[in-house]
């Protein structure tokens, strides 16, 4: 676990993630007072990472569940196993036959299976999904359920139990306490407003996309090898397209992949044509682009401006 | 600090955040584990506990600005107008409160613990003692502008202001006789004048304070209240932002109650026959059960929009809700008029909401700039496009039904309706105009199964409602 706040940034830092004080606060808080953590905000600020950063910086095993609608127990804590069940019956046929020797009638006999019913419904036959994993597991782990906004609100209504207590009921087996308690993330993309019930449960964190100098060091960070101008160059469009009326407001993952993408191609500063042409790694709707493209035909307007009060030195750049 | 914990999470919810019992106590236990000394630590620790929107962030940043630091801060910046008036630099002013230290061990032994305070700068002591005041003057009850003079007389009366007053002036007799260069005698007589306006100023801005927390999210709640009883035609620029914004959750909340009902329907009966097929491989031991697979009734919307000139700023949000709707079902068809009647479907479903909507209203569909026919406009729909309606389909007309004493041909409408799962036509003209004038809306009426006036975001709220019930 974590000692203590500046513990959480370092941690953070050493597996490439800028965490803010604010973040690297819930962060200390979940891990000490042992709680879920929800974490909102756009798509594409790391809401994901920061989970799978988490369990790297503590070297935590990490167990992810993706939700998607129509997600139900089945899937997200446990199922039996009918096929295997089935085999070991017809394998145990000879012993079912001993068993019921001598049984006088149907119902002493259909006792005397009764009997042995917890064979088959013992955790021998039982499938574990993420949750009972992450609640059985041996080791320690930060448990990631992702998206639950795109589960339905029966499903969220069902991680309640887990969450608050930690432990699981599967009927035939009675309830199962976890033997670590996991640090949970849970990410939502707002498509759906959470319950009540649900968030007073976690902590909450705001993510929303980070300012100019944040953005840059994490640029700097994660694609060391790209020219300090080009990062700054790019940061400064992304941002100022973020201000836009766009339908998908690209993320930092977005801007990532435009420098490694510009990094590639060996550019080190932004042109007009350039930008046209690479332009679909960060905006992904034809009416973003145009949009786009009318802002960024602004801002190399604007720089070619500045540069030509400067010196002719960057001619090569924008012709 | 559990107290002013507690104080704040009220504070929160007196302004609309809601903050349960249980969050309180994760508060708590949250500010022990980062300390009140770390600031921001402690801001994080009580947002991540007690917000839980992010809406409600903003509301939370400023009263968390307003109460943690407030009163203190307060107190400080009196304290520094006071050195700055005395034109010391801190290190001399520092020196100064010194003097002032000694001076009052000497010569100040019957004045008052305030006063002391107050002279000797100790701020966290003093702002305990206003706070208390505060309290017993009651003074969180505070609402109004109006009330400030009289809270702030209250709490000056509270902390026996006319008696520190009374004091000072008696300090200032004594150091009349004190054999202290003149110099310094007339810098601590200024400076005793000014801590006790600066009191004064003090108690002043902490009640406007206290008032103005209760104030943020008030003015917000209000504004769209009002919005939503104003009429679509009188909304300024902010306002339609605004409204935006409640047409998009309108829409959404229409999404979530149709997603709900549509999952329970997923399931349908038993079915035997398949169930006996699929587990014929296990012996007809029935390992896996089928049900029977329910038709989906995916529900079809055709919406015809009236945008002529007289309802200009109505067909604006109207068809901003059909943008929403449309981008809700899958089948929804959408048609504009005013005499011409074109459809817009397809620029709805290739464009951001203010594009589609500008390209609607700029006349490259449909000629927008005639005079409005909806006998003209509805015989065409019946002559071209009655192809799009069907059993299921419902039928929602936005219009004030003004048709320029033009033929009305109201059996298009029937025709429409023989034909459709539904008709609703929503009129944002008020409803004891309907008939007078050029209004044909006694003639459509009989053809509809629901006609409701909409002239204001309230109104549509009520029609969704119904809408979502039905």
């Given at each position: ?145 992702d998206e639950i906004d795109k589960a339905d609100a029966e499903f969220e209504a069902f991680l309640l139990e887990l969450l608050s207590d930690f432990q699981v009921t599967v009927p035939e087996l009675g309830t199962i306490k976890a033997k670590h308690i996991p640090l949970v993330v849970l990410t939502s993309n ?130 | ?277 699929q587990n014929l491989a296990f012996g007809g031991v029935p390992f896996k059960l089928r049900f029977e697979k329910r038709k989906k009734e995916k529900p079809q919307v055709v919406i015809l929009c009236d945008v002529s000139d007289s309802v200009r700023n109505a067909s604006r949000f109207m068809l901003q809700f ?75 007309v936005l219009g004030d039904a003004r048709n320029n004493y033009n033929l009305p041909h109201d059996w298009c409408l029937r025709e429409i309706r023989q034909r459709a799962k539904k008709v609703i036509w929503l009129n944002p003209e008020s409803r004891n105009t309907w008939g007078f004038g050029d209004s044909e ?30």
């Amino acid at each position: 676990m974590f000692s203590s706040i500046e513990d959480v940034i370092e941690r953070f830092a050493k597996n490439n993630y800028i965490a803010s004080r604010r973040i690297a606060t819930v962060i200390y808080l979940a891990s000490e007072l042992r709680k879920p953590i929800l974490v909102e905000g756009p798509a594409g600020v790391g809401k994901t990472d920061l989970a799978k950063v988490l369990a790297a910086s503590l070297g935590f095993e990490m167990i992810r569940l993706q939700c998607y609608e129509g997600l139900d127990e089945g899937k997200a804590l446990y199922e039996w196993e009918y096929a295997k069940q089935l085999l070991y019956t017809q394998i145990l046929k000879d012993k079912i036959s001993e068993v019921l020797v001598g049984a006088k009638g149907l119902t002493e006999a259909v006792d005397r299976i009764a009997a042995q019913d917890e064979v088959f419904f013992s955790e021998r036959f039982v499938l574990p999904r993420p949750l009972l994993k992450a609640i059985s597991s041996e080791q320690p782990s930060v448990l990631l359920i992702d998206e639950i906004d795109k589960a339905d609100a029966e499903f969220e209504a069902f991680l309640l139990e887990l969450l608050s207590d930690f432990q699981v009921t599967v009927p035939e087996l009675g309830t199962i306490k976890a033997k670590h308690i996991p640090l949970v993330v849970l990410t939502s993309n707002n498509a759906r407003e959470m319950s009540d019930a649900l968030k007073r449960r976690c902590l909450h964190l705001y993510i929303d996309f980070p300012d100019r100098a944040q953005e840059l060091a994490i640029v700097k960070l994660k694609v060391p090898e790209a020219a300090a101008k080009l990062a700054e160059e790019v940061v400064t469009v992304v941002q100022s397209l973020r201000k836009l009326d766009l339908k998908k407001t690209p993320g930092i993952s977005e801007t990532l992949d435009w420098v490694k993408a510009l990094t590639l191609l060996n550019v080190n500063s932004l042109d007009q044509e350039l930008v046209t042409e690479t332009l679909d790694t960060i905006v992904k709707y034809e009416g973003d682009v145009r949009k786009a493209q009318e802002e960024l035909k602004d801002y190399v307007r604007r720089v070619r401006a500045r540069r030509g009060t400067e010196a002719g030195s960057d001619k090569d750049l924008l012709n | 600090m559990q107290e002013k914990l507690v104080e704040f999470a009220n504070l929160l919810r007196e302004n609309g955040v809601r903050v349960s019992l249980a969050e309180t106590l994760d508060a708590f236990s949250a500010s022990e584990v980062t300390g009140l000394a770390e600031r921001d630590a402690f801001r994080a620790a009580l947002r991540a506990t007690m917000v839980k929107r992010a809406s409600e962030l903003p509301v939370f940043e400023e009263l968390f600005d307003i109460y943690f630091s407030g009163l203190g801060e307060i107190i400080k910046q009196a304290s520094q107008a006071v050195q700055n008036a005395l034109s010391m630099s801190d290190q001399e002013f520092q020196k100064f409160l010194d003097q002032i230290e000694k001076m009052l061990q000497k010569e100040g032994k019957n004045l008052s613990e305030l006063a002391k305070q107050l002279l000797q700068n100790n701020s966290g002591e003093m702002e305990r003692k206003i706070r208390e005041a505060a309290r017993a003057v009651k003074l969180s009850g505070i609402e109004r502008t109006i009330e400030e003079n009289y809270f702030a007389r209250a709490l000056a009366r509270q902390l026996g202001l006319d008696k520190i007053e009374a004091e000072i002036k008696q300090l200032r007799e004594q150091l009349e006789q004190m054999d202290i260069g003149s110099e310094l005698k007339a810098k601590i007589e200024e400076y005793l004048e000014r801590r006790l306006k600066a009191l004064d100023d003090i108690i002043r801005r902490y009640v406007r304070m206290e008032r103005e927390k209760r104030d943020i999210k008030q003015k917000e709640d209000q504004r769209l209240n009002q919005i939503g009883e104003k009429s679509f035609y009188y909304l300024t620029e902010e306002e339609l932002k605004k409204m935006n914004e409640a047409v998009t959750r309108l829409a959404q909340r229409l999404k979530n109650v149709i997603t709900v009902r549509r999952k329970r329907s997923k399931k349908g009966r038993f079915d035997i026959k398949r169930t006996l097929r699929q587990n014929l491989a296990f012996g007809g031991v029935p390992f896996k059960l089928r049900f029977e697979k329910r038709k989906k009734e995916k529900p079809q919307v055709v919406i015809l929009c009236d945008v002529s000139d007289s309802v200009r700023n109505a067909s604006r949000f109207m068809l901003q809700f059909v943008y929403s709707l449309q981008d809700l079902y899958s089948r929804v068809r959408s048609f504009i008029f005013v005499a011409d009647i074109g459809e817009v479907t397809e620029c709805f479903r290739n464009n951001d909401a203010k594009e589609a909507l500008d390209v609607a209203l700029t006349g490259d569909i449909i000629n927008v700039y005639a005079h409005s026919n909806f006998g003209y406009a509805f015989r065409n729909f019946v002559t071209d496009h009655l192809g799009a309606v069907n059993k299921r389909t419902t039928v929602i007309v936005l219009g004030d039904a003004r048709n320029n004493y033009n033929l009305p041909h109201d059996w298009c409408l029937r025709e429409i309706r023989q034909r459709a799962k539904k008709v609703i036509w929503l009129n944002p003209e008020s409803r004891n105009t309907w008939g007078f004038g050029d209004s044909e809306m006694e003639r459509y009426a009989p053809h509809c199964d629901l006609v409701e006036e909409c002239r204001n975001l309230n109104q549509l709220y009520r029609v969704v409602d119904r809408l979502v019930a039905g």
